[in-house]
């Protein structure tokens, strides 16, 4: 479930392994790139945590933000 706090939409996905985080990670770039919005992000082995706010909005949450967690939930 992605959380709203301090300005922004956080969730933390967690995998089998790195290399299933990573995979998930890719097809999330693609995904971010073809919605010219991209997240903030790390990845510690099998965990990735993204956070998304839009920069053009003074970093807060928008409309834009809640597409892209949707369909970054349905990878």
Do not use: C
Not at 5 to 32: C, I, P
Not at 37 to 49: A, G, K, L, Q
């Amino acid at each position: 479930m992605w959380t709203e706090e301090n300005n922004k939409l956080k969730k933390e996905f967690k995998f089998k392994d790195f290399q299933e985080a990573f995979a998930f990670m890719t097809r999330v770039a693609f995904l971010a790139e073809a919605q010219g919005h991209h997240p903030n992000w790390s990845n510690v082995y099998n965990t990735v945590t993204i956070e998304l706010t839009t920069h053009d909005a003074g970093n807060k949450v928008t409309k834009k933000d809640k597409d892209l967690a949707s369909a970054i939930d349905k990878i």
